[in-house]
């Protein structure tokens, strides 16, 4: 029998998470982001599920492809453009729209030979400091494009640095006002924008993690009323029972000590999986349906949990590690990151169903 270690990929949370974020945004089209294999939970098991999006945005040109050679023909952006000169071609047999961010893509754009037109996101750096044009070249910078015969059709692109937490966005969406490119079609809004600044909603918006289930925020009582459903479920079983009395030390580093005399459980799941191995005792995992805790360092291959809360508990019974019942955010919070990185860390060696 194979290791009991198992993903469920749920492809209705898909579906409902879009509907959710389609009511939420109105008017505004949707760019689906599924970059890093659609956040780990594989581009090619999940697309589908995705195709009442008006849009799929992406990094990898080969994940590119792989959506037009699968018949989507709708708009494909990739986020982060182009990196050599060579992918204009690519971006054009394939029409793909390519955010824009530095002069030497204007020039590559102007020079290279396209039968076509291409449409552009001109990225401005609005206050996040990591990618395009400041906004005091931008306008120059739009009169110019408008003039080059390779480029169909320019959008303004920015993003924001703090739309899910106390700073806000207010400074980044006056800095993108004072410009007046009124003229100009708008992708403004991430994750947390779409959910909690809807005067960023603009033409296109840009899900990302909220499409997951997860939250932008990294907590997850900041998206709990929203109706979000998680669409990736990490389960394993308790391939171990011990009774430990009093004193005895679990793990390596010996980092927990029973307090009292304890039944414990090993769990098939470890940082070789995708669990964080930073993870420290108090992370709460789901043991038959009963929230319990991590005890102790986790290994490659295996965790400690407590049994306590759940004397039923045996081996063979089902350890969820995050999904369902037990929120991605809330693992993540607890091990000091974020639900993003869980979900894109899944190992390849994980078996994965699709349900």
């Known amino acids: 029998m194979p290791r009991p270690i198992l993903a469920t990929i749920h492809l209705d949370a898909f579906r409902h998470n879009l509907s959710v974020i389609r009511q939420i945004v109105g008017n505004s089209k949707i760019w689906s982001v599924v970059k890093a294999d659609a956040y780990g939970h594989g581009l090619d098991r999940i697309w589908q599920s995705l195709m009442q ?6 990094l990898d040109m080969n994940e590119a492809i792989y959506l037009r050679e699968q018949g989507w023909q709708g708009p494909v952006l990739l986020l982060e453009g182009f990196f050599k000169p060579a992918d204009l071609r690519i971006i054009n047999k394939y029409r793909l729209t390519t955010v824009v961010h530095s002069h030497w893509q204007l020039d590559e754009i102007g020079r290279t030979q396209l039968d076509t037109p291409i449409d552009i996101y001109l990225k401005l750096n609005s206050g996040m400091n990591r990618l ?21 059709s320019v ?18 969406v006056a800095v993108v006002e004072c410009l007046q490119m009124n003229s ?19 033409d296109w918006v840009r899900p990302g993690v909220i499409l997951y289930g997860a939250s932008p925020s990294g907590k997850w009582h900041d998206i709990a009323d929203i109706g979000l459903k998680p669409a990736m479920t990490l389960q394993s079983e308790i391939i171990a029972v011990h009774e430990l009395p009093k004193g005895k030390k679990i793990g390596y580093g010996s980092r927990y000590t029973t307090q009292k005399p304890m039944r414990v459980g090993t769990v098939a799941c470890g940082y070789a999986d995708g669990y964080p191995r930073h993870a420290p005792t108090g992370t709460p995992v789901m043991v038959d349906g009963v929230r319990t805790r991590l005890l102790g360092a986790i290994s490659m291959d295996m965790m400690t ?3 306590t809360p759940c004397p039923q508990a045996n081996i063979g019974s089902i350890a969820e590690l995050w999904g369902k019942n037990l929120p991605v955010d809330e693992v993540a919070n607890s091990a000091g990151t974020i639900g993003y990185e869980l979900l894109c860390a899944l190992a390849k060696r994980v078996p994965v169903t699709v349900v």
Do not use: R
């Open 184 to 202: 100009l079609p708008h992708c403004l809004a991430n994750s947390g924008a779409v959910l909690w600044h809807p005067k960023t909603h603009k």
């Open 305 to 307: 949990v407590d049994l």
């Open 132 to 152: 395009g044009f400041t906004p005091k070249e931008y306008p120059q910078i739009v009169s110019m494009v408008k003039k080059v015969k390779n480029i169909k």
């Open 53 to 58: 999006t008006d849009g799929f945005a992406l």
């Open 155 to 172: 959008t303004l692109m920015t993003h924001f640095a703090n739309s899910d937490n106390e700073i806000g966005i207010d400074e980044q």
